[in-house]
Structures are given as structure tokens and as C-alpha cells.
């Protein structure tokens, strides 16, 4: 027979192990972001992309300085890193968009970024392959698309 002693020892020892491997696993996502090793970008349902006015069918990942856009219409899938730089320059201009080139970004709601994940800010960024974008956040490619966002909650 199980004595209730017993029974709260064992049900302590279980609570006990369960904070220590929540405690591991928030240790493991935490200090990585608070060191500045990786940031996360999480999925902002409420945005929508434009492309030339129309909406199309894609995500936005949103980051503590940096968006990752991705539009997703049949044929053109492209994904654009957005820089922002924090500051209005004498242009006028908020940030770059880097262009991410043949790099799709996966359809995940969170997203880790470290230095070299995701890759359009490194080889972009050698190419030059920036579009500045103002305060409404359009930009225009070089097909001469012209990308912008329609939402109420950046």
C-alpha cells in the first residue's frame, strides 16, 4: 500500500523535473536572443502584401528592426529582407529592401535569423541589391513592381 507521503513525494519529484526542463528549454531560446547571437521573426497575420496595388497572397515575418516579406503569387515567389534603419535619411527614405534573390523563405509562423540565416542580407548586400522605401514602406523592384503593405498594426 502507497502511504500519502509517498505519493506527494512522488508527484513533487514530477512537478520538480518539469521546471527544471521548462527552466532548460527557456534558457536555451532566451539567452541566444538577450546575447544578440539570433533574433526571431514572427508571423504578423494582419499585413497584407501589394504588389502594383493589388493584393497578393504571401506573409510577413516581423523582427525587432527587420521584416522578412515574402510573396507567394503563382510564378513570382520572392522574398525581400526589410532593413530598417531607425532614422529618416535626407531622402526621405525609412530603410532597404534586400532582395533575397532565389532564397524563398519557408512557411513557418517563427523564424530564427542569425548572421548568416536568412541569406538575402549577406549576398544581397555584396550585390547592392537594396530598395530604399519612405515612410508608407513601398519599394520598387528592378521588374518594376512596386511592393507595399496594407495593415492597421506593423
Aim: proline residues 6%; hydrophobic residues 40%; glycine residues 8%.
Amino acid at each position: 500500500m502507497v502511504s500519502v507521503k509517498q505519493m506527494r513525494m512522488k508527484w513533487l519529484k514530477r512537478v520538480a523535473f518539469a521546471c527544471v526542463v521548462l527552466f532548460g528549454l527557456f534558457c536555451a531560446v532566451a539567452y541566444p536572443y538577450y546575447s544578440g547571437k539570433v533574433d526571431y521573426f514572427f508571423l504578423n497575420p494582419h499585413i497584407d502584401i501589394e504588389v502594383n496595388g493589388v493584393v497578393v497572397p504571401g506573409e510577413v515575418l516581423v523582427g525587432r528592426f527587420v521584416a522578412l516579406a515574402t510573396r507567394r503569387d503563382k510564378g513570382k515567389q520572392h522574398s525581400y529582407l526589410l532593413l530598417f534603419a531607425g532614422d529618416v535619411d535626407p531622402g526621405g527614405n525609412e530603410g532597404v529592401a534586400l532582395d533575397c534573390e532565389s532564397w524563398i523563405a519557408p512557411r513557418l509562423p517563427v523564424l530564427v535569423e542569425t548572421h548568416h540565416y536568412p541569406p538575402c542580407g549577406e549576398f544581397s548586400a555584396k550585390k547592392c541589391k537594396g530598395y530604399p522605401f519612405k515612410s508608407d514602406r513601398r519599394f520598387k523592384t528592378a521588374a518594376n513592381d512596386v511592393i507595399g503593405f496594407r495593415t492597421d498594426k506593423w
